[in-house]
């Protein structure tokens, strides 16, 4: 481990050294800038736009832009960065992480390599934890940029869409992760180009870098919303299927397990439901509707697919012949068995989107970010986001104090300790920062400090102007703020007048937490640059995280000792490094669960990548999505010959080849069984192919203006892929629960859903196929088509 660390410390030196000689150029610059008229500073964003212009690279430009940004902060701003300062910034330029300390001016750090990268104009996001400080930041930082020339926006939640556009055309955007991450799924649903927000994802720096790549990286961004289909439509489709006949009016493949209308039953279906046409583009939602209805009624079949208990229908898994509580088809299926088995239809909601902070910040061209607290995590951050962790010098030594964490036998005297300690330092005028693991032990210590009748303030972290407005109090005399080990991050706790003569602030923390870093966290609150401080750890052998690890331990250490009475308090370091020891197991713990996790969204992400992609080369296309469709319908006919000419020739089953081309690509006055006789397989692909050719052509000659024809394809191809892809989310999101039993049977769960999801991906593009044949062969073109 020792080895280790000192690897870490010497090629941090050599890093910093390294970016130390390009700081030396930064600052060579200072005098000749600090001659220069305002007009003359801010002429220069416009030089160097035309040096990037002219083939200059980023790198290049870099010297005199940060001497440009640091003069200009001393203008505007009437601050001045320090020479670690811009180290930190080069950091950030290169894409890494900077660990600067608490009150090392991260905020002012950032101006540096956002205005460098901002001069490409294709777009810098500032992303923060939470809306009040981006709103902080973009207001007063941007007062900087906007002085040197650049536009600022500023992303909220509560924006609309044109609003939203504004602010992410801006050279810097200042936004939160969520909102960032919510705008990309949003613009990915879109019908319109127009309505998009986002520009290609390009450079982002986050602040709290570690909160929000790590705390925050196992929660996915989900956007659901109700499922399109009211149970009426389950009831109504569901009384029509059980009014037709087997061969009359629909034909099942029970090969293909796919069952279709033949012309007599889409006749009777237009009378039931009172339209001229069931496959035009507005009987989408019927369409489906009416497909799930006649898988329920003949193609599922009761005791065998399912059973009803209890008034509920319930999936029997095909391979071990039990009832699977809990899981229900998808896309409407299960809803369809309800309505035929006359049981209660239950609401569905959808995931119509989703993405993982980590694979939505992996998109960036580069990424940056910022923290007090990254070391412990670095292996992380270079494993899964290919950026170092670069430890910055403080500007002045730290001085602060940490004192060994003490240890008491349970919790009331742990507590008892802590009120008496703080009756102590209350007393003199010390301010302390109190932090607690949970919102129970916040409550706890604020009832023991009332009875004491101690004045102090309680943090939670709902109210983020009040968040930082207490935090920012809590370096004054006498002052006690208790609050959650997450308090204040991004807020400094300055130091008011006479505090540092007691000895700085104290900060308290009343249980170790589970990641090393949220201490160090907590610690950093106290001792910024240069203040004097002391923090002290409160720890009782009934802590959560004692007595998960490491307890048995230290029991047998305090049995040794020989540690009876309740009040007796150990203070030692080897206690320090026991539960240090412990924090790395939880830490490793987590570690492999968000990879774990990641490497399991890495097969959606790459399903989603295609689908995104596809779907903004459609909404984009100004021309004929020919090129698109035709390939599809094709695909669509050469798979169904195929199935239905295997082996002999007398073997072929051209009837059910023929109920396929009914149904989905021609009417039955234009097509007779026997034209599909005497002919091979390469003969049916290109008989029904010139089928396909002839039907595009009557469908363009209908439509004069050639931007009604674009408008019908894209109305085609959006409205099914959205569909089958809103499935597939949650199918792959059903697997993934499910393919963990697999272990049991010596598989490896993750190679298994790899696999499983290829097919599955295979599969919905197959289906896409299809439907998008379906629709666009059948339906009948209109003047006044619009997606």
């Given at each position: 481990m020792a080895n280790i660390l000192k690897t870490w410390i010497e090629s941090d030196k050599r890093e910093v050294n390294r970016m130390g000689k390009i700081a030396d150029k930064v600052e060579s610059y200072a005098d000749k800038f600090a001659e220069l008229s305002d007009e003359e500073l801010q002429a220069k964003t416009a030089k160097f736009k035309d040096e990037l212009a002219n083939g200059k690279t980023l790198?290049?430009?870099?010297?005199?832009?940060?001497?440009?940004?640091?003069?200009?902060?001393?203008?505007?701003?009437?601050?001045?960065?320090?020479?670690?300062?811009?180290?930190?910034?080069?950091?950030?330029?290169?894409?890494?992480?900077?660990?600067?300390?608490?009150?090392?001016?991260?905020?002012?750090?950032?101006?540096?390599?956002?205005?460098?990268?901002?001069?490409?104009?294709?777009?810098?996001?500032?992303?923060?934890?939470?809306?009040?400080?981006?709103?902080?930041?973009?207001?007063?930082?941007?007062?900087?940029?906007?002085?040197?020339?650049?536009?600022?926006?500023?992303?909220?939640?509560?924006?609309?869409?044109?609003?939203?556009?504004?602010?992410?055309?801006?050279?810097?955007?200042?936004?939160?992760?969520?909102?960032?991450?919510?705008?990309?799924?949003?613009?990915?649903?879109?019908v319109y180009k127009e309505q998009m927000v986002q520009r290609p994802l390009n450079y982002a720096i986050v602040d709290e870098v570690d909160s929000i790549l790590i705390d925050e990286a196992r929660t996915p961004l989900i956007i659901s919303g109700q499922a399109k289909r009211s149970t009426a439509m389950y009831v109504r489709t569901d009384r029509f299927a059980k009014t037709l006949k087997e061969d009359d009016d629909y034909k099942i493949d029970w090969q293909t397990k796919s069952i279709s209308l033949t012309e007599q039953g889409i006749k009777k279906g237009e009378a039931y439901f009172g339209t001229k046409n069931l496959y035009d583009i507005d009987n989408t939602v019927l369409n489906h509707h009416l497909d799930q209805a006649l898988r329920a009624n003949f193609v599922m079949l009761r005791d065998v697919d399912y059973v009803v208990q209890d008034s509920k229908v319930m999936i029997v898994d095909q391979f071990t012949g039990r009832v699977m509580d809990g899981r229900r088809y998808s896309d409407g299926l299960h809803q369809a068995i309800e309505a035929k088995e006359n049981v209660k239809i239950e609401d569905e909601s959808q995931t119509m989107a989703n993405i993982t902070y980590q694979n939505y910040f992996r998109m960036y061209n580069k990424l940056a970010g910022m923290t007090g607290t990254a070391k412990t995590e670095e292996e992380e951050f270079r494993e899964i986001y290919?950026?170092?962790?670069?430890?910055?010098?403080?500007?002045?030594?730290?001085?602060?104090?940490?004192?060994?964490?003490?240890?008491?036998?349970?919790?009331?005297?742990?507590?008892?300790?802590?009120?008496a300690d703080i009756k102590e330092r209350h007393a003199k005028g010390q301010p302390m920062l109190i932090g607690t693991v949970a919102v129970e032990s916040s409550e706890l210590l604020s009832h023991l400090l009332d009875q004491e009748g101690i004045a102090h303030a309680v943090l939670n972290a709902k109210n983020h102007q009040k968040e930082a407005e207490i935090i920012m109090n809590a370096g004054q005399r006498g002052a006690v703020t208790i609050a959650t080990n997450m308090a204040g991050r991004g807020t400094d706790i300055k130091l008011g007048p006479g505090v540092v003569e007691v000895g700085g602030l104290c900060v308290i923390g009343t249980e170790r937490h589970e990641s090393r870093r949220i201490d160090n966290q907590l610690r950093g609150r106290s001792g910024r640059q240069g203040d004097p401080g002391e923090t002290q750890f409160y720890l009782s052998l009934q802590d959560d995280l004692m007595k998960r690890f490491g307890s048995e331990r230290i029991k047998a250490f305090l049995d040794r000792l020989n540690v009876a009475e309740d009040d007796q308090v150990i203070q030692s370091r080897m206690i320090t490094r026991q539960v240090e020891s412990a924090q790395k197991r939880v830490e490793g713990n987590n570690y492999d669960t968000r990879k774990n996790t990641l490497q399991y969204d890495d097969v959606m992400r790459q399903q989603r990548e295609v689908i995104y992609a596809q779907r903004m080369e459609v909404i984009s296309a100004t021309d004929s999505l020919e090129y698109v469709?035709?390939?599809?319908?094709?695909?669509?006919?050469?798979?169904?010959?195929?199935?239905?000419?295997?082996?002999?020739?007398?073997?072929?089953?051209?009837?059910?080849?023929?109920?396929?081309?009914?149904?989905?690509?021609?009417?039955?006055?234009?097509?007779?069984?026997?034209?599909?006789?005497?002919?091979?397989?390469?003969?049916?692909?290109?008989?029904?192919?010139?089928?396909?050719?002839?039907?595009?052509?009557?469908?363009?000659?209908?439509?004069?203006?050639?931007?009604?024809?674009?408008?019908?394809?894209?109305?085609?191809?959006?409205?099914?892929?959205?569909?089958?892809?809103?499935?597939?989310i949650d199918e792959m999101d059903q697997l993934r629960q499910s393919i963990g039993l697999r272990g049991y049977g010596q598989m490896n769960p993750l190679v298994e859903y790899q696999e499983e999801g290829y097919r599955m991906f295979e599969e919905m593009i197959s289906d896409i196929d299809y439907d998008a044949t379906r629709l666009f062969m059948k339906a009948e073109i209109r003047q006044n088509i619009r997606r």
């Open positions: 790198d290049q430009v870099l010297p005199e832009a940060y001497a440009t940004v640091r003069e200009g902060a001393r203008r505007v701003l009437g601050l001045y960065p320090f020479r670690v300062q811009i180290i930190g910034a080069i950091t950030l330029h290169e894409g890494n992480i900077a660990e600067m300390k608490t009150g090392e001016g991260k905020t002012l750090t950032a101006t540096m390599p956002v205005y460098l990268n901002a001069l490409t104009g294709e777009g810098v996001h500032v992303v923060t934890v939470n809306e009040y400080l981006s709103s902080r930041d973009a207001e007063e930082m941007g007062e900087l940029y906007k002085w040197l020339g650049l536009t600022v926006g500023l992303n909220l939640n509560s924006m609309d869409t044109d609003q939203k556009r504004e602010a992410y055309n801006c050279d810097i955007t200042y936004s939160t992760n969520s909102e960032l991450g919510f705008d990309y799924l949003r613009d990915n649903m879109v290919n950026m170092d962790v670069i430890a910055i010098p403080t500007n002045r030594p730290v001085i602060r104090v940490d004192h060994a964490d003490l240890l008491y036998p349970s919790l009331d005297s742990k507590f008892r300790a802590v009120v469709l035709m390939p599809m319908m094709k695909r669509t006919v050469a798979h169904q010959v195929d199935v239905h000419t295997q082996g002999a020739q007398t073997e072929w089953n051209l009837q059910a080849l023929y109920d396929y081309a009914i149904a989905s690509l021609i009417s039955e006055d234009k097509l007779k069984l026997e034209d599909l006789q005497n002919k091979t397989a390469d003969q049916l692909k290109a008989y029904f192919d010139d089928l396909i050719e002839k039907n595009y052509q009557d469908k363009k000659t209908k439509l004069v203006d050639p931007s009604q024809m674009l408008e019908f394809e894209k109305v085609v191809i959006l409205r099914v892929v959205d569909d089958h892809w809103t499935q597939q």
